[in-house]
């Protein structure tokens, strides 16, 4: 799952009927790219979110008919610390255990 | 659902036939990269418009033997200008609410 | 769907049996980077296709036991010029109609 | 299936219901980009993991309810080492074999 | 599908049952970047491949409880040379045929 900001939502009057009723919310990466997502958890603006993709977006929605590709999942409260220690690639050639 | 932009129609006369009488449409991203994708809403050229992927964009056009894999499932009105803050990662180490 | 040209025809006789008895085409993108589709479609070297992705490829290819994750969808004749004015992004803040 | 280091749990007491129960992690690329994943396997922080994408990722869980695109399908013991010589491209032209 | 080159097996212990009696593959592509995939074709190191991907990749192996999401297709024999032109986007405004 992807990890994404909420902007705020996005007004759209003119839409495909599998998505008539649902809330859209504009969210945005760290680069600053936005994407549509739906949002059965009620995320609010600048709150940090991950994000459900493919067939699993429809079905956390709590119905397939609804014709979203991304969902959010949930609201991030927390996420650990950068690692003192970042090594670029796995080890390789020897065992690490 | 990615955001893109309506440049025009596609002309196309040589198409495998689950896609024969299907309008295609020709969008543009905000680095001007190129898709195609297929429009149950009558987008116009200039409409922004937000897509959807994968199966649920067979079952958006209304029926899913149609076999594409992006459609358009609504127009933008408007969205939410530049938020205020734009903090580039989410708080970590202690929790926010 | 992403836009491709054709560069030709894909030697390699050692593969999977659910794909044994297809044609295979070369394609690139404008960069340069490659990718291998199946084609019901017979588009020649230097055609530019649409081609479509996920488990809608199977079924372009009239058989969803062929185990492809890309097949051309059509030849593209023309498509629409430049258009004449680039917004970057959509407008906000106020409604556009 | 991509390749992804660990480096934490995330916390994320409002979710939807069908992660409700589920240990999320927080995976990181070598360039420093993190995702969210599912992990039945209890990879811990530094390990090198491989993670499943799409509907396997459901599946990998036991239970394909749990509605996650992405879940840690094993840790990583060791890999080889970078091949003595690397081609930037297949040959063409003429037949390897 | 893409195009990838074979490194060498992947040594994994700790993994989901459902890739528990399977090869594991390292491919990387032309700018090193690795990933894993099953392979039931029997490629050889320094081999370049074509992978599949989504659910076909399950299918690919013959049994879809391999819970894969990128499967080798092919050991490729030879592709075609560069093209002589080498246009950087499709004809447009007037039709090409």
């Known amino acids: ?5 909420v902007v705020g939502s996005l007004v759209c009057t003119q839409r495909i009927a599998e ?3 649902v809330d859209l ?3 945005q990466d760290a680069a600053g790219r936005r994407v549509v997502a739906t949002d ?5 603006p600048d709150d940090w979110v ?11 929605m709590g119905n397939p008919a609804i014709l979203t ?3 959010v999942g949930g609201v991030i409260d927390h996420w650990p610390p950068e690692a003192a220690s970042e090594p670029s690639s796995p080890p390789h050639g020897t065992p690490r255990r």
Chains 1, 2, 3, 4, 5 share one sequence.
């Not at 799952?1 to 900001?5: A, L, N």
């Not at 059965?40 to 609010?44: F, I």
């Not at 991950?50 to 956390?60: D, I, K, L, N, P």
């Open 1 to 5: 799952m992807e990890i994404r900001r």
């Open 19 to 21: 998505l008539a009723h």
């Open 25 to 27: 919310r504009v969210l």
């Open 40 to 44: 059965p958890v009620g995320a609010r």
């Open 50 to 60: 991950f994000v459900v993709s493919g067939s699993a977006a429809r079905y956390a």
């Open 69 to 71: 590709d991304l969902t």
